[in-house]
C-alpha cells in the first residue's frame, strides 16, 4: 500500500530516520521542518496521514492539531504525534489537544513503519480495525 505520509520535524536526523524507513516500505513522504509550512503543505497536498513532532519552530505540534482539527475538509486527515512523552498525563493532553494517536520517540527501527501503517488502517477502516482486537 503506497501512501503519501506527511513528516513535520525540526530535527533534521529524526526527519531523515522516518524517511528512510518509511520510503523502504514504498510509501512516498512529505517533509516539513516546522508546523506554519507542514500546515501549508497539508492544504496543499492533503497526505492521507500526518505524522507531527510537538516542539517545533512558528507552530508547536498542539497549534497544529488545532488548525487542522477545527478545519472540516483536513479534520479527517489522521493525525499522529511523535513525541517522547514525559509524564502520564501527556498522553491524555495528546489526545485532548486532537491528534489520533502517538508513536514514542526515541522511535523503533523494528516497529516504527508497522505503527504507522496500523495508524492508516485504524484511522480509514474503523470496520476493520474493531475485528483485529
Ligand atoms: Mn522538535
Redesign the pocket.
Known amino acids: 500500500m503506497s501512501t503519501r505520509i506527511l513528516i513535520m520535524?525540526?530535527?533534521a536526523a529524526n526527519l531523515r530516520l522516518m524517511s528512510y524507513l518509511l520510503e523502504s516500505y514504498g510509501h512516498v513522504i512529505l517533509a516539513a521542518r516546522d508546523g506554519l509550512e507542514g500546515v501549508e503543505l497539508v492544504l496543499r497536498e492533503r497526505p492521507d496521514l500526518i505524522l507531527c513532532?510537538l516542539?517545533?519552530p512558528k507552530l508547536d505540534g498542539f497549534d497544529v492539531a488545532h488548525r487542522l482539527k477545527n478545519d472540516p475538509e483536513l479534520a479527517g486527515i489522521p493525525l499522529v504525534a511523535v513525541t517522547a512523552l514525559a509524564m502520564a498525563g501527556d498522553s491524555v493532553k495528546v489526545r485532548a489537544a486532537g491528534f489520533d494517536g502517538y508513536i514514542s520517540k526515541p522511535i523503533s527501527l523494528t516497529s516504527f513503519v508497522s505503527q504507522v501503517q496500523q495508524f492508516l488502517t485504524s484511522c480509514q477502516a474503523p470496520e476493520l480495525a474493531l475485528h483485529g482486537r
Open positions: 520535524e525540526d530535527n513532532d516542539q517545533m
